[in-house]
């Protein structure tokens, strides 16, 4: 019932419009009252005043509300400098979308038409030209100069050797986490010895000894201030690893390792207190589009201090002691398995 | 026969067409060769409008249905139902593999179809002969293949949305191996197929299109019109048919190579992949080859976009701000400008990718140097209107509503074209902010200034202005009330593409500004129903047009209220001036008003000519004698 009558209201209102319409239009044509200058086009012109100056007044009041969760605290060495950059960068723009703006805006209030106006022929002038292409062009170098500093700093630096290794691993639709255990060495996979019935979803080749002390917690533990290597790699589809508080992102690709180096400055502890939130936690994203559940591949990062750290470490139990059948077994026995299985194949096929 | 611009045989040559033309206009050409099949350029234009115009109706209908979704996650979509059918689940939710599917499609349509065929498809089609002074374009024939091959396209990727597995969901830019791979999705099965014939016809419609353009444009336009004096419109039709003829062959090659990869067992883009319990034969091949190569068009595809709307501004606002256009050389350098390094800013769509960042660094520099000459632009348009004598149109209105939205959308790509920053910023709301204001809503605003401003030619009759003002105003207050918010949700950090934001302790705010997005979102899409109306009431009952309603210097205006085929019934006009003679001083001792058209020779405007004006009239009259005593 309401429905309906919403319906019929709806209805009459459009008949309405559509009548308005229809008598306007042939004022028009009868009145003949479109010529230039008209009452239309100072309503248009105020209306290029006004429009943005509300729309200025109303940015600038809702401003600090939606500043308050603006880039999320950058709790990383480099993360600290592109957010400057950023902020920098931001200021130059804003006041470049305020100047330009207000001049299209105030000319086209301003030299609305009047009847008679002198309109001036002014189709080039070399001097103005040269200085707005030499202005953005000054701007554009300082700021591409600065930004590659800062992605040098972030991006191109040898990792040193007492980086801790964590290899990220995404697939559909979760990421998991190996450590290289003791020996600090991540041990070899290789795509083919993926089985996620058996368990080895990382494709572990445990022929190679330096896997044996590796281990897969549920959590990213990672110590404060020093460097951490993510090894990132992905055994389905793309992904991407983004943990926003350290300002980190960089795709997992099958097929292509990739890595991204970070240091961590404060601890989750040191977060909750500073934010005043003690359910504050740092939480890894993927931002490459990977099929249905590519809004829900959360996993938990903890900072700790290095006591805390070097407990944790401690109570992480290896791979292979919750499945010892792995011991030794790699890509040599899978090779030797599918000879035999591709020979019983033969056999079959001769009989 | 039809060089009509070249040297003093012209007089031949174009009676010699007059004549052929003649010819056609004897005998009637039947329904189907005058709508359907036909090779009038004009006519061919009207398609692609229409269908561009009902491609963005429902690529934007798409958009509302997944704001929906992201605006009031708790909302029950149940009454979708009757159009959606099984994509809504049994909760009466938008299911989650269905909205990546109408993320995937609405960019697709959108970017393709609405601002590719139906931007370029109809104002190139439409003007390039008019403005040029040519009876039709180069190839009628290759023109009409040119919408066939596009309307094929529209056909198999309309179909692909009635599929069981839905249509391609794995975004726009069809990444492998999500796209590859039917266990990752399931619109990666016959879905990407039909996404892949599609574009792969699309490819052809626009590379039939723009060589047909190129050509026209280079070889026939009439006596005296050389590239100095080519309308502003022109010269960006141009450069973008040159654009797309370079870069739309690559994402065929990338197309075809993932066609073999889906098909045929090749290891192009696929490697080392274990999905659904068993490790796939794939080897060797790069994923990121394909974005490469995708990205080799995707980044040109955007000033493909963008260009054409930008052209179509230049000569609205130096139409309506009675002033020449400020800069005229500086317009054509910056397009060329824009053109050339849109080939060589790829990578900055994959500074994330583990490409090496050394690369990185020199794809920075290149993409912050586009936004030189896109500044150039911004200033010559604002001084443009300075001293001018404006009068607000809706095209004109749309005109400067694009300026703002690309200088608002433009300053954006300074942060983001920065890879230190693009590290946290990629891949989250800010970018889609900043491309749906500079690509997205500038170029649709430029579509539909054109339409407002062209309309009087296309059909012979106004469009109401009245409703154009409320159209633009809601419009543009709308797109800004979308898209503005949207950049501080990106500088939140949320990620695109995803379904809900309450996973994530990170993306928990905002829920409010979501919402009123979603909700600003309804209302622009709304106002378009004005536009709608307007259109197609006026192509029947509209006003009818005046010659030149808009007192502009064109070519296209010179023809009668509703051109024939072959334009013009007499002789094609010769070009004498620029077409930017607005308010020339002392153009009234000459008996104009404050328009000079192209048309009118420099003799038979003695006070309003400048110097060099009068040295070139002294210069023709010079080889008239010569040839005389010849």
Known sequence: MVTVIFGLIGLLILGVFLLLFRVQSLVTILRNTDERGGLSNRINGALMLLVPLAGFFAAVYHYPIAAKNFLPEASSVHGKETDSLFWITLTVITLMFLITNAGLFWFAFKYQYKEGRKVVFFADDHKLELIWTAVPAVIMTVLVLYGAL??????????????????????????????????????????????????????????????????????????????????????????????????????????????????????????????????FNYELACTEVCGKGHFAMRFLIVVDDEDDYKKWLTEQKPFLEDKPEFKGKGMKSLRKKSVASNEEIKTKKDI | ??????????????????????????????????????????????????????????????????????????????????????????????????????????????????????????????????????????????????????????????????????????????????????????????????????????????????????????????????????????????????????????????????????????????????????????????????????????????????????????????????????????????????????????????????????????FMLLTLIIAVPSAVKAFNYITTLWKGNIIFTPAMLFSIGLVSLFISGGVTGIVLGNNALDIQLHDTYFVVAHFHLVMGSASFFGMVAGVYHWFPKMFGRMMDEKLGYVHFWITFIGVYLVFFPMHYIGIAGFPRRYYSFSTFDFSKSYTDLNMFISAAAILTFSAQALFAFNFVYSIFRGRLAPLNPWGSNTLEWTTPRVPGHGNWPGAIPTVHRWPYDYSKPDADKDGFTDFIPQDVPFSQTPNSNFEHENELIAKQEGKKSDQKSH
């Open chain 2, 1 to 362: 026969m039809e060089l009509h611009n070249h040297g003093n045989g012209a007089v031949v040559d174009v009676h010699a067409h007059d004549h052929h033309h003649d010819e056609h206009e004897h005998h009637e050409d039947g329904f189907i060769k005058k709508y359907i099949f036909t090779e009038d350029h004009k006519t061919i234009a009207k398609q692609f409008l229409i269908l561009g115009l009902i491609w963005a109706f429902m690529g934007g209908a798409m958009s509302i249905i997944f704001r929906l979704q992201l605006g009031f996650p708790e909302m029950t979509l149940e009454w979708l139902r009757p159009i959606l059918g099984t994509w809504i689940n049994e909760t009466g939710k938008l299911e989650q593999e269905k909205y990546l599917a109408l993320v995937t499609m609405h960019g697709t349509i959108m970017v393709f179809f609405v601002l590719t065929a139906g931007l370029s498809g109809t104002f190139s089609n439409f003007l390039i002969p008019l403005q040029v002074g040519a009876r039709d374009m180069a190839s009628g024939f290759m023109n009409m293949l040119s919408f066939w091959f596009f309307f094929l396209a529209s056909v198999v990727m309309f179909t692909s949305l009635f599929l069981e597995t839905g249509p391609a969901s794995g975004g726009w830019v069809i990444y492998p191996p999500l796209s590859a791979l039917p266990e990752a999705v399931p619109g990666s099965g016959a879905g990407m197929t039909y996404w892949l014939i599609s574009m792969a016809l699309f490819i052809v419609s626009s590379l039939l299109g723009g060589i047909n353009y190129i050509t026209t444009v280079i070889n026939m336009r009439t006596k005296g019109l050389s590239f100095s004096r080519l309308p502003l419109t022109i010269w960006a039709f141009f450069l973008t048919a040159i654009i797309g003829l370079l870069s739309f062959p690559v994402l065929f090659a990338a197309a075809l190579l993932l066609i073999f990869d889906r098909s045929m067992g090749t290891s192009f883009f696929l490697s080392d992949i274990y999905i659904g319990g068993k490790a796939l034969h794939h080897q060797g091949g790069s994923a990121i080859l394909f974005q490469h190569l995708f990205w080799f068009l995707g980044h040109p595809e955007v000033y493909i976009v963008l260009l054409p709307a930008l052209g179509i501004t230049s000569e609205i606002i130096a139409t309506n701000a009675r002033k020449p256009i400020f800069g005229y050389r500086a317009m054509v350098g910056s397009m060329i400008g824009i053109g050339v390094l849109s080939f060589i800013v790829w990578a900055h769509h994959m500074f994330v990718t583990g490409m090496n960042p050394f690369l990185g660094t020199i």
């Open chain 1, 150 to 279: 800062i992605w040098n700093r972030a991006m191109m630096q040898e990792p040193p050797k007492n980086v801790q290794v964590v290899e990220v691993m995404g697939k559909q639709f979760a990421w998991q986490v190996r450590y290289p255990g003791k020996d600090g060495k991540l041990g070899k996979y290789d795509f083919r010895l993926t089985n996620d019935a058996t368990g080895n979803e990382f494709g572990i080749d445990f022929e190679d000894k330096n896997a044996e002390d590796d281990f897969i917690p549920r959590e990213i533990h990672i110590p404060v201030n020093k460097p951490v290597l993510l090894k990132i790699r992905a055994r389905d589809v793309l992904h991407s690893v983004f943990m926003p508080h350290f300002r980190v992102k960089m795709d997992a690709v099958p097929g292509m390792p990739t890595q991204f180096m970070f240091t961590p400055t404060k601890t989750t502890a040191d977060m909750r207190s500073q934010l005043g939130n003690p359910n």
